[in-house]
Structures are given as structure tokens and as C-alpha cells.
């Protein structure tokens, strides 16, 4: 799953040369969701400060539980100390891009 999360869009590139239908399929769904109050599980940007020891405020895509109200919850992941790692490193490479927007 993890290489499917990283190199889907890679691979819709490859095979039609661009991802405008999947993004407009995807904010489609999501938005569906929203509307339905469905409470499916999507990977979304969340602020995932105080999950898995992350100090900072910081969006990651994680799969949350989204309704009419929005993300209701983050879904409980199990992960090994080697993931953990990754998603810290993945945190902090965010956090200083975060840093670096002038808004």
C-alpha cells in the first residue's frame, strides 16, 4: 500500500498523461461523503500534532473518518518503529516547507 500511496499519480501520468479526471473523481467522492454524512475513510491532510510523538503543527495526509461535520477522527494506525521514523521524517520535511509560506 505504501508504494500504491506514493506512485499513483506517477502511474495515472503514465498510462493517460495527465491527473485532472482523478483529482476531479477524488474531490467528487469526498465531497459526496461530506454531503451524505457517510463516514467513509479517506486519506486527507490533517493537523496531526500528538500523533505518534509529533510535537509540532504539522498537515499530513493520514485516513480519517469524514462526515457531514468533516474529519470526525483520525483512523488508529499500529505502526512499527521504522514507520514511525518515516512519518516523523515525512513531518518534518512538511513542517519546514510550512515554515517557509509567506501567507
Known amino acids: 500500500m505504501n508504494y500504491e500511496v506514493h506512485n499513483i499519480a506517477y502511474e495515472i501520468i503514465k498510462l493517460k498523461g495527465y491527473t485532472s479526471w482523478a483529482i476531479g473523481l477524488s474531490v467528487a467522492k469526498i465531497v459526496q461523503a461530506i454531503m451524505a454524512n457517510s463516514r467513509n475513510v479517506f486519506a486527507l491532510s490533517t493537523n496531526v500534532k500528538g500523533f505518534h510523538g509529533i ?3 504539522v498537515y499530513l495526509s493520514l485516513p480519517v473518518v469524514l462526515g457531514s461535520n468533516g474529519i470526525t477522527h483520525v483512523v488508529k ?18 513542517l519546514a516547507v510550512q515554515n517557509g509560506l509567506v501567507i
Open 55 to 57: 510535537e509540532n503543527e
Open 77 to 94: 494506525q499500529n505502526l512499527n518503529e521504522g514507520e514511525v521514523q518515516k512519518l516523523h521524517k515525512s513531518a518534518e520535511a512538511l
